[in-house]
């Protein structure tokens, strides 16, 4: 049990919708970072957060996009969804940066239709 | 952007018997963190290596980072059942501000 929880834990979109996935960190900790991790692949970093502000990005376009809040949840959220979206989206937070440890969430299983 | 290959991609070993995944860094490594996943769960830390040449255990699993810091490698002695997922490999970009991922090696693990 890693203190981290992610909502919901399956979603079913339809192509071109928007959707919008949540974690809640481990208290104290000001560093969230969101990953999508396609079938039998590694995870792919999205970005990372720290303190509220965006402090680094993947190559992932523009549709995809976050926030921060001051209560160590956060936000994904994804526009105008593709079929190649499709994944599970894991988030992790850490206490500190560079992290030592990253705490991962279970993830949300995505699937766009 | 830092590339991170682990081999093998999978492995099928019989119960108590020893086994090795490696992972190779295409850049100097700040940091080689190693994971477990139980399949399409979160990701479970195991260890973190920093320096050139350092070794960490944790029960019957040994990692090493080499004094380049370029390759890493994870050792299970005497395997078990519950050993069985997918490890994975994850390193800092240089402006910590990035985490690159290996693909992952699948272990099974025969009772």
């Known amino acids: 049990e890693t203190g981290v929880t992610q909502s919901p834990t399956h979603l079913i979109k339809t192509r071109g919708q928007q959707v919008t996935l949540r974690c809640s960190s481990q208290s104290g900790h000001n560093t969230v970072s969101w990953y999508q991790q396609a079938l039998g692949q590694g995870p792919q970093f999205i970005f990372q957060?720290?303190?509220?502000?965006?402090?680094g990005r993947g190559n992932f376009p523009p549709r995809f996009s976050g926030l921060q809040f001051p209560n160590y949840s956060s936000e994904l959220n994804v526009n105008a969804l593709e079929l190649d979206d499709s994944a599970l989206y894991l988030c992790a937070s850490s206490g500190q940066l560079p992290p030592l440890e990253q705490y991962f969430g279970p993830g949300t299983r995505l699937t766009v239709t | 952007s830092q590339e991170l290959e682990q081999s093998p991609q999978s492995l099928i070993v019989q119960e108590g018997k020893n086994l090795t995944i490696n992972c190779t860094s295409s850049k100097t490594l700040y940091g080689l963190y190693w994971y477990k996943q139980k399949y399409g769960e979160g990701l479970i830390f195991l260890m973190m290596l920093q320096k050139g040449g350092e070794e960490k255990s944790h029960e019957k699993i040994t990692a090493k980072l080499d004094e380049k810091k370029q390759q890493s490698s994870l050792h299970i002695t005497a395997s078990q059942p519950s050993h069985a997922g997918i490890y994975l490999c994850?390193?800092?970009?240089?402006?910590?501000?990035?985490?690159?991922f290996g693909s992952g090696t699948k272990l099974n693990v025969k009772p």
């Open positions: 957060y720290y303190r509220e502000e965006e402090n």
């Open positions: 994850g390193a800092l970009g240089y402006n910590f501000n990035k985490f690159y």
